[in-house]
């Protein structure tokens, strides 16, 4: 009896030993999407031809590298896909009733898990909560509360097992966001700080699912943007890696930069940072080998890619499946509403008056009966060609779903806000061989720069007030008003009614907070009135009723003194553009 128990114990040695020192690798992709802003299709709605990238050539390399890794790829997007191309206002706000396209297309390309953008709030909880309910993966953001509850308004996380292995994945939203948007559309919603969230998170996710991996989701760029009280930034991905030990990869957005970089956290650990950049034309690409001896992990090896697609395939079977959608959006966009006499374009915008900027100035001030009117390039190099106007030129003339504000303000606070706007966008100049505006080789690259060393969305100029801008004074004290535009006296000490976007009232930029000195808590206080449509719609409406338009330059305002300024415009001009 002695002797067979010791021959069948140490047969159950032989037998469990292997097993219990067997090593197996588990070989992971993860490919994320982020800002994608509606380019959906192969097709430009606004300019009426191809596009590059877009999700159709990324749902090709997609599934090809399916076909290699079956469910051990995860295919994620990082939010801001609910606006850009017209295809997102039509089901924004037009075709209201059916399934939102962006909820479509996630699913119909088997997205494992989705976080929101910052201009996926700016739809309003009518666009944004319908489409949270028809999205088939997990919608994420651990960081945006629900003020009834205390607890995220959507899951803070995902957990997925792929083969034995346990991958959570993190989400987060920038937090600024009080600093864009009206509370009306995140009413009932606050916004956490990124670093101590994803403290809390991570310990929970450690403590409780026993994660062999982490991933963040994080809707928030590299580092730097605005910052708020307590600590809040705008940009803080590189902060949380850092900071927050036990994430292994962080994918993040909202930049529109690309980015692959290690970071060495404080616990002496790399973590990988990837940033895709925007519109579908690259992917950010994870692979991930995960070595385990006798069942505990022993090894992770990680590597980051951020891949073109620009040259992949269009998936014809993805394109064939929206052709309905995208028929009727074609002949949304299609549709005529008046006729411009002449062209306009962005570029001009940089250098002085020009019919495009001047444009939307007169029609805000016409719409809003203001006195001074706030309005800056949305579109970097855009422009509407002389002839029939249609619902997509609509698109370039004013690029984003904003509202038309009215404020309250000082002639003072009126000048300080174009100080702080002229000192983003114009050098100070010590010769007549310097350039006129503030350029950056740097930032060629950057799709939200392009070239500049500030983001042109916020170059404000003004109409209803006749200024100049003397590029050799310092910082601050480059504006001068002159007069109203109707010849009366402007008074630094008079109460204006100001006509501007809702990104600007609401703070978007910091020209309202820095320039005019208006704190952001009194902001509000400053409104009196907001539209309940988005401000494109009623330029739209403007010129259906005018029919026939030709827009031209103001002339209220140019740079001095005019003997440098000319020149050196032109050679600015040269090197942005190429002209």
């Known amino acids: 009896m002695k002797k067979l ?48 990238g877009t999700l159709t050539r990324v749902n090709t390399y997609v599934n090809r590298l399916r076909s ?14 609910l606006q850009g191309q017209p295809t997102c206002y039509w089901s924004n706000y037009v075709a209201t009733s059916e399934e939102n396209i962006a909820a479509s297309v996630i699913n119909y390309m088997k997205y494992d898990a989705e976080t929101f953008g910052n201009h996926d709030v700016e739809t309003g909880h009518a666009v944004y909560d319908k489409w ?20 995220p308004y959507v899951a803070p996380y995902t957990v997925f097992v792929r083969d034995g292995v346990k991958i959570a994945v993190l989400g987060m939203l920038t937090p600024t966001i009080p600093c864009w948007l009206n509370e009306s559309l995140w009413r009932g919603l606050e916004f956490q700080e990124m670093v101590s969230c994803a403290r809390q998170w991570v310990k929970h996710i450690k403590e409780v699912e026993h994660a062999d991996l982490i991933i963040g989701l994080f809707h928030s760029g590299k580092a730097g943007g605005i910052s708020m009280e307590g600590g809040i930034e705008e940009d803080a991905s590189e902060r949380v890696a850092r900071e927050v030990p036990g994430f292994d990869i962080i994918f993040f957005g909202h930049d529109h930069m690309q980015h692959n970089d290690w970071v060495t956290n ?52 993805m394109v064939a499946h929206f052709e309905p959608q995208m028929q009727r959006i074609k002949d949304y966009v299609n549709q005529r509403i008046g ?51 249609t619902v997509a030129d609509m698109f370039k003339l004013y690029r984003f779903e904003n509202q038309l504000y009215i404020l309250n303000m000082t002639g003072r606070e009126i000048r300080g806000h174009l100080e702080e706007s002229y000192d983003r966008w114009v050098n100070t100049m010590k010769s007549a061989d310097d350039h006129l505006l503030l350029l950056n080789d740097e930032s060629k690259g950057d799709q939200q720069r392009m070239g500049f060393r500030n983001y042109t969305f916020n170059f404000d100029s ?62 509000d206080s400053r409104i009196v009135y907001q539209s309940p449509l988005d401000l494109r719609y009623y330029l739209m409406e403007e010129i259906k009723r005018m029919g026939n338009v030709n827009p031209k330059a103001n002339s209220n305002w140019r740079f001095v003194p005019e003997e440098w300024t000319v020149d050196a415009g032109k050679r600015d001009r040269k090197l942005v553009f190429g002209e």
């Open 5 to 52: 128990l010791t021959t069948g114990i140490a047969a159950l040695c032989l037998t469990l030993t292997p097993a219990m020192g067997q090593t197996k690798t588990v070989k992971l992709r993860v490919v994320e999407t982020s800002d994608v802003h509606g380019h959906f299709f192969p097709y430009d709605f606004v300019e009426g031809e191809p596009l590059q």
């Open 68 to 81: 290699e890794y079956g469910d051990r790829l995860l295919l994620i997007d990082n939010g801001d896909i």
């Open 132 to 151: 949270v309910r028809e999205v088939n993966c997990p919608m994420l953001g651990a960081n945006i509360i629900d003020k009834q509850t205390g607890k």
């Open 266 to 317: 404080t616990a002496g650990e790399k973590v990988l940072m990837l940033d895709p950049s925007c519109w579908a034309l690259n992917v950010a690409d994870a692979t991930i080998e995960l070595t385990f001896k006798g069942g505990k992990l022993v090894k992770k090896d990680i590597k980051g890619d951020i891949v073109s697609v620009r040259d992949e395939q269009v998936d014809e079977q």
């Open 339 to 389: 006729h411009f006499e002449t062209t306009a374009r962005t570029r001009d915008c940089y250098f002085g008056n020009s019919a495009f900027t001047d444009f939307v100035h007169n029609l805000q001030l016409q719409i809003s009966k203001a006195d001074i009117s706030f309005n800056a390039p949305l579109s970097f190099d855009s422009k509407i060609e002389a002839g029939d106007i």
């Open 462 to 523: 003004a109409a209803g007030i006749d200024y100049i801008v003397d590029v050799t004074k310092p910082d601050g004290q480059k504006v001068k008003i002159l007069q109203m535009s109707d010849g009366t006296a402007f008074d630094e000490n008079k109460t204006y009614k100001v006509v501007m976007n809702s990104y600007r009232a609401n703070g978007g930029g910091e020209l309202l907070t820095k320039g005019a000195g208006i704190r952001k808590k009194d902001i």
